[in-house]
């Protein structure tokens, strides 16, 4: 495919401490050449028969793609991020914004940082929506390529210094002013609005379990950590009890094939959480016949596993 060339997104003329003459040069010379050789290298990969070009060049040309490619869609970002006051943020976006940073100022505090932190270094400053986690963070990509996995940004600040040193110097934190002057709002809440839209990514549905609720592994530990009356139950098969060497702390071992021998010795008050391995089928299985025995119980998502990658405390199965 051949990339072409997305039109200025703002108006240089409009813009406060920041010459048309700038934003003509970044984005003719540094956007323009970045396209250019991100079409060069396109062609150079359509050439290539994958299967007789050595692995190491097919590597290196897919890395300049990628940071080219990135080059290209944060300049436009870069542009699309100016032609505003920077002062007046729609409702929608300061409430977003003080719901993941604790304060509008706090936010801008920490983004000013970013953007002098690069300071006579390079590398965007950018303020990303992130499906999974459903809140925008700040972050720093010190070169083309360091983008957040799945993330969507919706402003972007170059601190490369060809997208200032033209005007201001080296004085990073004049930019930096200047820049959080222009920010439009108005833009970065319609980028916002679309990031949000976008799904976290989906989970292993588990079919024959559609309603069984579950507890994530922290929740448990927040419930053992303050003292939270908890039943907690491993129902490791019995098969792979000899290979297994420890058990989550606090839990007690029970076969999921004999519930019925032990089922009178919980409590119906207070509430039972369940697991296996890895968090599916048995663990699942019992909390599903707890349930309907009429106990409060959940199975622990991620299971044994899951317990152990958050640090929780594990002792000697004995
Ligand atoms: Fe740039």
């Given at each position: 495919?051949?990339?072409?060339?997305?039109?200025?997104?703002?108006?240089?003329?409009?813009?406060?401490?920041?010459s048309p003459?700038?934003?003509e040069?970044?984005?003719?010379?540094n956007?323009?050449n970045?396209?250019?050789?991100?079409?060069?290298?396109?062609?150079?990969?359509?050439?290539?028969?994958?299967a007789t070009?050595?692995?190491?060049?097919?590597?290196?040309?897919?890395?300049?793609?990628?940071?080219?490619?990135n080059?290209?869609?944060l300049?436009?970002?870069?542009?699309?991020?100016?032609?505003?006051?920077?002062?007046?943020l729609?409702?929608?976006?300061?409430?977003?914004?003080?719901?993941?940073?604790?304060?509008?100022?706090?936010?801008?505090q920490e983004?000013?940082?970013?953007?002098?932190?690069?300071?006579g270094?390079?590398?965007?400053?950018?303020?990303?929506?992130i499906?999974?986690?459903?809140?925008?963070?700040?972050?720093?990509?010190s070169?083309?390529d360091?983008?957040?996995?799945?993330g969507i940004p919706?402003?972007?600040?170059?601190?490369?210094?060809?997208?200032?040193?033209?005007?201001?110097?080296?004085?990073?934190?004049?930019?930096v002013?200047a820049?959080?002057?222009n920010?439009?709002?108005?833009?970065?809440?319609?980028?916002?609005?679309?990031?949000?839209?976008?799904?976290?990514?989906?989970?292993?549905?588990?079919?024959?379990?559609p309603?069984l609720?579950?507890?994530?592994?922290?929740?448990?530990?927040s419930?053992?950590?303050?003292?939270?009356?908890?039943?907690?139950?491993?129902?490791?098969?019995r098969?792979?009890?000899?290979?297994?060497q420890d058990?989550m702390?606090?839990?007690?071992?029970?076969?999921?094939?004999r519930?019925?021998?032990w089922?009178?010795?919980?409590?119906?008050?207070?509430?039972?959480?369940?697991?296996?391995?890895?968090?599916?089928?048995?663990g699942?299985?019992?909390?599903?016949?707890?349930?309907?025995?009429?106990?409060?119980?959940?199975?622990?998502?991620?299971?044994?596993?899951?317990?152990?990658a958050?640090?929780?405390?594990?002792?000697?199965?004995?």
């Amino acid at each position: 495919m051949e990339y072409t060339i997305a039109p200025l997104f703002c108006r240089p003329w409009t813009l406060n401490g920041i010459s048309p003459h700038l934003i003509e040069s970044h984005y003719e010379s540094n956007y323009g050449n970045a396209l250019d050789r991100l079409n060069a290298i396109t062609d150079e990969l359509a050439a290539i028969d994958p299967a007789t070009t050595p692995a190491h060049v097919i590597c290196r040309l897919k890395r300049d793609e990628a940071a080219l490619l990135n080059s290209t869609l944060l300049h436009e970002l870069y542009f699309a991020s100016l032609g505003g006051d920077g002062r007046t943020l729609p409702e929608d976006m300061a409430s977003a914004i003080a719901g993941d940073f604790g304060s509008v100022s706090r936010w801008r505090q920490e983004f000013i940082a970013l953007g002098e932190g690069l300071a006579g270094g390079s590398g965007w400053v950018l303020l990303t929506y992130i499906p999974r986690d459903r809140r925008l963070t700040n972050h720093v990509a010190s070169d083309h390529d360091q983008n957040l996995a799945g993330g969507i940004p919706v402003l972007a600040l170059d601190m490369y210094e060809h997208a200032y040193h033209l005007e201001f110097g080296a004085n990073a934190t004049a930019y930096v002013a200047a820049f959080m002057r222009n920010i439009n709002w108005d833009a970065v809440l319609q980028r916002y609005r679309n990031a949000i839209k976008v799904e976290p990514p989906p989970r292993l549905e588990q079919k024959q379990f559609p309603v069984l609720p579950s507890i994530t592994p922290e929740e448990v530990r927040s419930m053992l950590d303050t003292g939270k009356p908890v039943q907690i139950i491993d129902t490791l098969p019995r098969h792979y009890s000899t290979r297994a060497q420890d058990i989550m702390e606090g839990a007690t071992w029970r076969d999921p094939e004999r519930v019925d021998e032990w089922i009178g010795e919980l409590s119906k008050t207070d509430p039972v959480v369940t697991f296996c391995v890895y968090g599916f089928h048995i663990g699942c299985e019992t909390a599903e016949t707890l349930r309907k025995a009429g106990f409060d119980a959940r199975y622990m998502a991620g299971g044994h596993y899951a317990w152990k990658a958050i640090k929780g405390r594990v002792k000697r199965l004995d």
